[in-house]
């Protein structure tokens, strides 16, 4: 993907269908950085009729989201990891990132890693931009539709194995600096509209997991967005890293007939 044939905000359509698509990429934090698109995204969603966030925020069953988010059995963090590597990962937080482990110890090891992500990021808003684009689309009357569905996310929550969970966790606490580095750069990659290499790091970040992660959801969600855009004009919002690659969610809109273009956002 070349740097003028990059941004956050794509349109796609068919030939021979007047309605115009469009879908952006998203960061799922509350940061200046993540805002950047708003005010352009505002625009193309008032153009459309139907919403459709990553998942539905309505949905009932994201009532029941933080008992997915913790250790089953009520099994802690060092349990699973022991007495001696707990409390060395516990001052490392502390001093690095001002988190006290012993309150969210219950929590699963990939929570806990992105608790420490998102605790690096400032925090200019009160909710992250899915949800502040979700909001809005409710103000202006849209139709309001998700590409998951919460049991979705929660089946993929429960798929990714312990020990990748804790491989994960480590790396955070290893080198916070290193870990620090990368969690800033992808914030900055976002604001400038970076999407193929957001792509990438997001790929090499995930590893082991990306096909679970990011290629399954790809090819389903991509499923889903055709079967809603078959109805009317949409706008969707996903986030950022499932976009761009062989794989991503762009190149899935292409392989089924449509024409994709970038919208310049900055």
Known sequence: MSKKKESLLWQFRKDNESRTHYILGTMHVKSEEAYTPVSVAKHYMELCH??????????PELS???????????????????KK?????????????DIDLDEI???KPLVISNMIAES???KNFDVALDHFLWEYAQAIGMEMKGLESATDQFEIMKSIPMESQLKGLKSCVKNVNTFRSKVLKMSELYAQGEL????????KSMGELRKLMIYDRNAKMTERLLDIA????TFSAVGAAHLGGAK???????????????????
Do not use: C, W
Not at 50 to 59: R, V
Not at 64 to 82: A, K, P, R, T, W
Not at 85 to 97: E, R, T, V
């Open 50 to 59: 139907t919403y459709i966030g990553e998942m539905d925020l309505n949905d």
């Open 120 to 122: 690096i990021i400032t």
């Open 105 to 107: 110890a219950h929590y």
């Open 196 to 203: 193929n290499e957001l792509y990438q790091s997001a790929k």
């Open 85 to 97: 590597k707990y409390n060395k990962y516990s001052q490392i937080i502390l001093k690095a990132f």
């Open 248 to 266: 991503g969610m762009l190149r899935g809109l292409k392989k089924a007939g449509y024409k994709v273009n970038p919208i310049k956002i900055n």
């Open 64 to 82: 029941n989201i933080g008992d997915y988010f913790i250790n089953q059995d009520g099994l802690v963090l060092e349990d699973l990891i022991g």
């Open 230 to 233: 078959s109805n009317g004009a």
